[in-house]
């Protein structure tokens, strides 16, 4: 069955780094399109930032843009998401995702698969 492990939250200080890692198994990885979203208490889960099957096209939610990168390696299945420049806002529990599609996608909809999340939580 399809599996999606996150890794790599944590409990960091504002401005520093952190690399989030999303595991997939159980799917086809390399022509699927993936993103990642991220969630705190009494919110919507909302949109971070997605990749399309290749890695040549990604999107990105305004509040994040230029402080993130996703990327993905197709040969070890695997998405990652370099946060730099944290602020505590970005405190929340980070969620991978498979889309339905190759492509890039925002909406929440668009996904099918979901892993259990990673706290990231950024002190001031």
């Known amino acids: 069955q399809v599996q999606l492990v996150e890794s790599g939250g944590g409990l960091v200080q504002a401005g520093v780094s952190l690399r989030l890692s999303c595991a997939a198994s159980g799917y086809t990885f390399s022509t699927t399109g993936m993103g990642w979203f991220r969630q705190t208490p009494g919110k919507e889960r909302e949109f971070v930032a997605a990749?399309?099957?290749?890695?040549?096209?990604?999107i990105y939610a305004d509040s994040v843009k230029g402080r993130f990168t996703i990327s993905r390696d197709n040969v070890k299945n695997v998405v990652r998401l370099q946060m730099n420049s944290l602020k505590p806002e970005d405190s929340a529990v980070y969620y991978c995702a498979a889309s339905t599609t190759q492509r890039v996608i925002s909406l929440k909809r668009g996904y099918a698969y979901w892993g259990q999340g990673t706290q990231v939580t950024v002190s001031s």
């Open positions: 990749i399309n099957w290749s890695g040549g096209s990604t």
